[in-house]
């Protein structure tokens, strides 16, 4: 095989000025963005400005240079914007530059049979997948069709289901899991309590064979290296304690089950301090009987006007519970609402005769004693985009505050969206580093354009600091 290149017709035009070439310290820095190209509609883009110095070494790569290039290519290819320059002898580089890297070897038979593949890490189109297995304690061999229930203590219910399939595999599809989270994963423990589960952990573990060269160092990094430490140091001795905003995402508020058909606000009645009083007096859709001297729900099926034979799916703050006596031997005056659906529900594989669900004041479950057969975990869910953290600066306090302010990075945003031809205006503040600035600003046009530039402008220290 032997690669080919064509030069990309399309680039983006687009420019990010400052206000000014040179800035005090502490001083508010407004840099106009603009795209040019009059054939581009929308793009997505992102911006960084730094300090340069001698431990930078930043040679920038235009975005084009590593669509239509490095990232094609195996190994290093050194100065790759030479073969984006009009030098005369640029076909005939990027002509052995293609033979160089260009060759590869393959079977044809390989590529054309239709050989399964196996998917190791399964799309995620509505959440984020968490997986696990469940085996027998007694033999260890994986366990196939047992139920198995996830959940996390909120007062946002949701629940998740699973039936092992031969290789005793389940999985669960999150829906609105972010942040870190105790999830508990239980079987019916009142029929399959013979059983071990165990939850896959969400990272890989195949490890990398690259490894980072061995650092050369050079004397001339000295005084640099000793001015980095020393900002980082301040940074973090007088910022450290700063929590650092997460973006706030939309989440759907809604149990899991929708509307139920019953809802009780117990604050709205006189508090009970015994569970059983308050299901016989209130609670119209739970028939509450006793068999061989336990506790059990019934729930009529509205719809049909008759009552279910088996019991209702019992939950406190999301969380299953198969053992009604618990319930009723919990505290009433912990639990804020009780839920009622008064017809089947269906999860997936599974069928429900009608909800029982409590939800405590603070969603945590109010002190309930959990099974200890419950696998419970710690489990970070979807991680929350920060917000890149930039002080301003614009009242007298703020200006003539004694907190040292030694930032290197003066702004960093991954996802600058621009619209037609547009001045998209970035307002941020310098730092108290004096120095030269280097702005860098790239990204790609819905049409499939792609285009960077960059600038500088200079930091020096203002006669109040």
Do not use: C
């Not at 580089?93 to 890297?101: G, P, R, Y």
């Not at 061995?214 to 940074?235: G, H």
């Not at 269906?346 to 479950?365: C, Q, R």
């Amino acid at each position: 095989e032997r690669l080919y290149f064509k030069l990309p017709q399309n680039k983006i035009s687009i420019s990010a000025t400052p206000n000014a070439t040179k800035f005090a310290t502490r001083n508010k820095i407004k840099l106009d963005v603009q795209v040019s190209t009059p054939s581009f509609t929308q793009g997505s883009f992102s911006m960084s400005v730094f300090k340069e110095d001698s431990l930078i070494q930043f040679t920038h790569l235009d975005i084009q240079q590593y669509e239509f290039l490095t990232s094609d290519l195996k190994g290093n290819i050194e100065s790759p914007a030479y073969y984006f320059s009009d030098d005369t002898h640029v076909k005939q580089a990027t002509e052995n530059l293609m033979l160089t890297h260009g060759w590869s070897r393959f079977k044809w038979e390989e590529v054309l049979s239709k050989k399964n593949h196996p998917i190791v890490f399964s799309p995620e189109f509505r959440g984020h997948r968490i997986t696990g297995s469940i085996a027998s304690k007694q033999t260890g061999a994986p366990v196939s069709g047992i139920p198995t229930y996830l959940s996390s203590p909120s007062k946002n219910i949701r629940l998740y289901g699973s039936i092992s399939n031969t290789k005793g595999d389940i999985e669960f599809e999150m829906k609105d899991f972010v942040d870190k989270r105790k999830i508990f994963v239980q079987t019916n423990l009142t029929k399959d309590s013979i059983y071990d589960i165990n939850i896959h952990s969400p990272y890989s573990i195949v490890f990398s064979s690259f490894r980072l060269p061995p650092l050369n160092y050079t004397s001339t990094w000295k005084d640099q290296l000793l001015a980095r430490s020393l900002s980082m140091q301040v940074e973090n001795t007088y910022h450290g304690s700063r929590s650092i905003p997460v973006q706030g995402s939309v989440i759907d508020t809604t149990a899991f089950y929708g509307v139920p058909d019953e809802k009780y606000l117990l604050d709205d009645y006189t508090r009970f301090g015994v569970m059983e009083e308050v299901m016989r007096e209130y609670v119209k859709g739970v028939w509450v009987r006793k068999k061989d001297a336990k506790f059990i729900f019934k729930v009529p099926d509205a719809p049909h006007h008759e009552i279910f034979q088996n019991e209702p799916l019992v939950m406190l703050d999301g969380i299953p519970v198969f053992n009604v006596d618990k319930i009723m031997a919990f505290n009433p005056l912990k639990v804020q609402k009780l839920d009622v659906m008064t017809r089947k529900y269906f999860l997936g594989a599974f069928t429900f005769e009608g909800i029982v669900s409590y939800t405590t004041y603070k969603g945590d479950l109010g002190g309930f004693e959990i099974d200890p057969k419950v696998v419970i975990l710690n489990y970070e869910g979807l991680q929350r985009q920060k917000e890149f953290f930039s002080p301003t600066y614009d009242t007298p306090t703020q200006l003539e505050s004694r907190v040292a302010d030694r930032r290197n990075l003066l702004f960093w945003k991954p996802d600058l969206t621009i619209t037609g031809q547009e001045n998209k205006f970035i307002e941020f503040s310098s730092s108290d580093e004096p120095g030269i600035y280097k702005i860098v600003i790239q990204g790609q046009g819905v049409d499939g354009q792609s285009g960077s530039a960059t600038s500088t402008f200079e930091v020096s220290r203002s006669e109040n600091n």
